[in-house]
């Protein structure tokens, strides 16, 4: 078992979790605001029609965006490597500034055709590019500026902070339902939170300007020109190449949680509504109740996982995620009662707080510091740009093809294949961050290994 390094200085630890939190807050607030204000502004950008196509086109350039994450995974990842953690947060912040900007002073269909969904694209783009490189500039920050005995609990506040984005968002939605006309939502109330997002990502670019580089980072810096202090080229696929394996882990592991996730938040507003026959009001709700409970949950799971191991949590997700879809979301979508729905949409997401709590500190763990972060990115990104990314247009093509439960499926299937890897990876709690080795990790837990 190898030796875990030497705790980082008590100069980073809560104001690196403050800092890299927030800012990922309204990152995440930045990106989920378009899914949850999607039923409203849909009708802006296409033809006026039947409402599922019209999210199906707003779906698909989602879709768009997830795809533009690899690229950012690629080019931020090795931003970061290559100049810094605390760089490379700064420039996704600005990134996500701009594309909220450019959605909310978008025009509309009626206004100049085409042109304006046109808009909406580029916006997606670059929202894609920027969280292609936030994910792992926010993972590799947290996992490295926290002590070894705490990783998993440090770590899990990246999903606390992305579940509170998706909140403020819901709870600006439910706001603005109970204080302006459904009309009003329709024609110009939808475009208030991405003018919210804008000025929050200027808030933070000031806030994360002023946060430290981790001491990881620093002690592996070597000459600024490309390498580090053992002569690795820093952030370099040709570098990243050398961990195929790693890099196929993420992948994989990668595959079933982000299916479900984006199942159980971004898509379970509009299912509501529009398969078990909620109001927009109440979907919404419900939705902003569950994910608060969930937010919580997360650093008691990543405090656990730095006793128990990472790979209990992952196989419990897996186990419980292949099993119970299928009757969730069967029974969801004959429940139109709120209290049913919650139940139901929290038993899910309990199940997810397997992955979702632990997920970026494992991948940080399998990669040294040299290419963490583009490690970390890109096979991340590559999964999230051909599972996450297109499950909730999946999700509507099974609906719009009247066979739902096909979807249903889906998702356990992924999850299945998720399970397979959780099952036979190898335990990456007690991994060391050195930056000038490859990580080592514990074979097996033991109850006597120390944490």
């Known amino acids: ?194 003018l919210v997002g804008t000025v929050g990502a200027a808030v933070v670019f000031w806030l994360r300007r002023n946060l430290l580089e981790t001491e990881a980072y620093e002690a592996a810096e070597g000459t600024g020109e490309g390498r580090d202090t053992e002569g690795h080229e820093r952030g370099t696929i040709r570098q990243l190449l050398q961990h195929r394996r790693e890099f196929a882990l993420v992948m994989a592991l990668t595959m079933g949680g982000t299916v479900a996730y984006y199942t159980y938040t971004t898509y379970l507003t509009k299912y509501l509504s529009n398969t078990a026959g909620m109001s927009k009001s109440d979907a919404s709700l419900v939705s902003f109740c569950a994910l608060f409970l969930f937010m919580l949950l997360q650093p008691l799971a990543g405090a656990l996982s730095d006793r128990v191991g990472r790979r209990p949590l992952l196989i419990s997700f897996g186990v419980g995620s292949m099993l119970g879809t299928v009757p969730i979301m069967s029974t969801l979508s004959d429940t139109s009662s709120f209290g049913g729905a919650l139940l139901l949409s929290l038993a899910a997401l309990v199940i997810i707080t397997g992955y979702t709590s632990i997920n970026a500190v494992v991948k940080a763990e399998l990669f040294p510091t040299h290419v963490r972060a583009l490690g970390v990115a890109l096979p991340y990104a590559l999964a999230n740009a051909l599972f996450g990314g297109t499950a909730e247009y999946v999700a509507l093509w099974f609906k719009n093809a009247g066979a739902e439960s096909g979807f249903y499926w889906y998702v356990s299937g992924c999850a299945a294949v998720s399970l397979v890897v959780y099952a036979t990876m190898r335990e990456t709690r007690d991994a060391a961050l050195t930056p000038d080795r490859p990580v080592e990790a514990a074979p097996e837990v033991s109850p006597k290994t120390p944490v």
């Open 1 to 194: 078992m190898s030796t875990p390094p030497a705790a980082p200085s008590s100069r980073t630890p809560w104001k690196a979790v403050i800092g890299g939190s927030v800012g990922n807050l309204v990152e995440w607030f930045d990106w989920f605001v378009y899914a949850s204000f999607a039923t409203y502004f849909a009708g802006a950008f296409f033809p006026k029609g039947d409402a599922t196509a019209q999210l199906l086109n707003t779906a698909g350039i989602f879709a768009v965006g997830f795809f533009m994450r690899p690229v950012g995974g690629w080019l931020l990842g090795r931003y970061a490597d290559r100049r810094g953690r605390k760089a490379a947060l700064t420039l996704t912040v600005t990134l996500m500034s701009a594309s909220a900007l450019l959605i909310a002073v978008a025009p509309t269909y009626d206004q100049v055709g085409y042109a304006g969904a046109a808009v909406l694209l580029v916006a997606r783009l670059l929202q894609g590019l920027s969280v292609g490189g936030e994910y792992a500039a926010s993972a590799t920050y947290l996992t490295e500026a926290s002590n070894p005995g705490r990783r998993g609990f440090v770590a899990s506040f990246q999903y606390v902070s992305m579940t509170m984005g998706q909140l403020c968002g819901l709870g600006l939605q439910i706001l603005l339902q109970h204080t302006m006309s459904d009309d009003a939502l329709h024609s110009w109330g939808w475009r208030i939170p991405f």
